[in-house]
Every structure is written in structure tokens, then in C-alpha cells.
């Protein structure tokens, strides 16, 4: 990925995480960054390139930013389903994919 590319990918990734450039700059600021935020804003609109090192502080501080959006979006799944109700489900699945009639007699059910 060449610097263009760079810098714009961070500009999007700071609009997308509902940054404005002193909020990102803080953040950077917190992972140790140098540069000040004119330094930043000059970087995320590809006037000022940044070192390495500095261009990977800002990129952990937007990826953090855009998991805590994205993390706040995700639906949150239930940490207890119905017992049977799940069980009875699997089993009509598993025996349609085995081409069995899900509600036939099963050899578990047999009295010898």
C-alpha cells in the first residue's frame, strides 16, 4: 500500500469512527505518538507524511476507536438457549441432512 493510499484509508477509518482530529490526536497522543495535531490533520489530508513508527501509533488508535463503534453495533447473542427446544431443533436439522424423516421413529426409541 503506497502513502496515498495510507493516508486516506486513516482519514476514512477517523470519519468512520466518529473522530474529529483532536479526539484522534488525543488517542495517538495516549500511544505514545510525537507529533502534534496539525502534524495529524497535515498527515490525514496527504500534506505531511509520517514516520513509520508514528503513522502505526495512529493506526492503532483508529482501529481501537472503530472496534469500540463497531463492538457497540454487534447484536448481543443470548447466553442461555432453551434446552429442549434447542435439542428437538438440531435434531430435525441433522436428520434433514441425513435424509431422514425427522419425526419417524428413531433407533433410540426401540424397546427391545
Excluded: K
Excluded at 66 to 93: C, N, S
Aim: proline residues 4%; aromatic residues 6%.
Amino acid at each position: 500500500m503506497d502513502t496515498e493510499d495510507r493516508y486516506r484509508q486513516c482519514e476514512t477509518a477517523r470519519v468512520r469512527g466518529e473522530l474529529t482530529v483532536q479526539d484522534l490526536w488525543l488517542r495517538y497522543l495516549a500511544l505514545g505518538g510525537n507529533h502534534d495535531a496539525f502534524d495529524i490533520d497535515g498527515y490525514l489530508q496527504g500534506l505531511l507524511p509520517l514516520e513509520t513508527s508514528e503513522e502505526h501509533m495512529l493506526a492503532v488508535a483508529l482501529n481501537e476507536r472503530l472496534e469500540e463503534v463497531h463492538r457497540a453495533a454487534l447484536i448481543p447473542l443470548r447466553t442461555t438457549l432453551p434446552h429442549e427446544a434447542d435439542g428437538d431443533a438440531r435434531r430435525v436439522v441433522i436428520d434433514e441432512l441425513l435424509g431422514r424423516d425427522p419425526f419417524g421413529p428413531r433407533l433410540s426409541d426401540r424397546t427391545d
